[in-house]
């Protein structure tokens, strides 16, 4: 390996690559417009209430129990071995206590293990601290790399930011899997990974700009490219391996935050590669 | 071996035995988030209410009377605290009856003692049952009959309703038996003259909570069972009659029973709420977590499931990736994941659910640093320099990366310790402190161990 002269033309590819993550960001968007996302009740307030059964019935026997309490739209899902969490959009306290008791009537071996009630207050509020904190931690993302390095640099390395979330929210959007509170912290974590790799790449550039004016821009980014790539390749793995290990063995609470990594970690090395990469090429060949 | 090294490794070792043995010493101090011990997370809202309109000290007063039921109900290590100008949070850990404590600290517990002017005749009649009929068309006669029932009874009330609005200070009150309804006079006596309260069954074995009242409230209690022998006493809690026993004698000394239809742990709880005083303003539940222990027990464990099975493929990737400096960086990471518990101890955080996810995270991001210092050494030997020099250079250009890097990445991690509240904010301490805990590890202790080997002449990089 470390014998090997690695020189790859990655750039030669920057435009079909460009054009992948532009379709999949239009698709993503597309996909957030017209068929949404599956907000948990930490955004939408209502009620969660997780059982327990020794015996556990069937989903659908389960929401014939309950369906003359709770309107349509109840979720009812299996979860882990033995139970049941079921989601309703009504927030108040009586509702919860309506659905425990209809059940205790019918299964004399249901357990509540935990439950959540999330008013419609503080479910807005949460919308907009995600909103607001995402924001900022761009804005002073953006600063710091205008500081350390310039505006352009800066610039190329938050489109890819854009462009990870976007594709993580999509993600979510195909699979309608549930988004809670803490799936902003891996949506900012995301961030945080896709970053520090094209950091690493551009820190690369800028260490070979005095070679701009001889080599040109697209033979100084492949060569950063190559320089950095078994370090890209190394990291992604050994981040790789304790998200998988979150996505098999984490269990159910943490499955959507593990999921939601895992997509950003594949979106965020393929941006810092060839987004970031590609777009400050573009960009400098305009010049 | 020259001064600085000699001063590195001192000061790895320091660290890491401090961290270990505080670690150790503290291991009670790492404090669990409700989702992993389970317990009940309750977020309280003041209502601002006509009535009782929410003033300034009205929060104070309020914390004052939570901390004083959930105390005298013993929940171990309650946090009781006020969140914005609004709100309040409650956080008991470990309790088995998440419904009671929710009844417990949300009720408002506001006891009046009012005269019963008049009353709204009868309860309702039970509901008709089909078992009870031959055929459909006599269930449903019998139906559409009860319900006529029930909108008269409601109409009684109405009555009420408007002798209630010709005398002063008086109030229309549901009995507990649906259809009842009282007009009640001016409030006699109130929770305010309460000095205890103790749940006690009465003499026929019903339970019930018995009352003492201070002097001011003997006085009124004994003049307004003096003027009312042979009349209603209605005993009110939250605007609901409990009770309206006839008075029989005029009572002197203090001492009242009230006895309705409480199981024993309700009149006990119901005791603590008299005693603790009445809540000065209405709440709401805004926010209401329950995990009961088995399910944070089953979090616990598949995180740290998770955890092994992502550490070990970490550390037989970097070793057979990069042999014994992968061993140096292992190293490095079992120093930061020591570092890491220190620190959470020591900044007394909560480790929650994603923040054990946040932690199993870093294990990944920490080897980075490594991968970055042994890349960049790597190209330095390539580039013919001597293993020492190579060591040095590899460090020096790899450390501002991965300052950079960091840095960065801490920005979001503070932003999610700025805005985000409970779980959320629990991952963005442990990814802070696990960003710090590596850049440590891959600059001081990589540096230190990797030091040593040169120092004996071994060729640490393959050309």
Redesign the interface.
Known sequence: M??LRLDFDFMKIRKPALTISLVLVIASIVLLLTRGLNLGIDFTGGNVI?V?FDNRPDVANVREVISSIVAKGAMIQNF?EKGIIIRTNEDT?ESR?AVVKALQKTYSDV?????????P??GGE?RR?AI??VS??LV??LI??TL?FQFRFAVVSVVPLVHDVIIALGFFSITQMEIS??F??AI??I???S??NT??IL?RVRENWGTLSRDGIVNLVNKSLN??L??TI??T??????????C????P??AA??YA?LVGIVAGTWSSMFVATGLLCEWQGKK | MNRTDKIRLIVVLLVVVGALCFAWLERDGLNLGL?LK?GAHI?L?AKDTPENPLRDDSIDRLLAVLRNRIDQYGVAEPIIQKSGSDRIIVDLPGIQD??AA?ELIGRTAQMDFREVLDASGRNVPVEPQRRNYDSDIQFVNAQERWKEEVAKLSNASADLIVHAKETEGSLVAPAEDPGVFYLLGPVVLSGKDLVNAEMAPDSLGRMGVSLEFNSEGARLFEEATARMVGKQLAIVLDNVVISAPVVQDRISGGRAQITGRFTAEEAGRLAIMLKAGALPVAV?????????P??GA??IR??L???M???V??LV??LI?YQFRGLAADLALAVTIVLIFAGLIAFNATLT??GI??I??T???A??GN??IY?RI??ER?AGKTPMASLDAGFRKAL??IL??????L???L??F???????RG??VT?SVGLVASVFSNIVVTRAILQLFVKRGKEI???
Do not use: C, H
């Open positions: 470390s014998m997780q327990e882990g306290e206590e357990k509540v293990t935990g439950f959540e009630k999330v008013g207050v503080v949460l601290q607001i904190g900022i931690a002073a993302i710091y790399i350390r509170s803490s902003i912290a900012l974590t961030v945080g990974y970053l520090n950091i690493i820190d320089q950095t078994s370090r190394n990291t793995l050994t981040t790789l391996f304790p998200v998988i290990a979150l098999v063995w984490g269990g609470v943490l935050f593990s990594m | 989702d389970g977020v809202q998440p419904a929710l709401e539940i805004a926010e209401n977590r329950s995990v009961g088995s399910l089953d979090s598949q995180g499931q998770a955890g099975f992502g550490a493929m970490v990737f970097m990736f659910l994603p996810a946040g199993i995270l294990l990944g991001m080897v980075d991968v970055l890349e790597r190209e390539n501002v990366t950079d890097s960091n840095i960065t990445t920005i979001a991690a932003v999610l700025y805005f985000g509240s409970g779980s959320v991952f963005g990814l990089v393959k050309r």
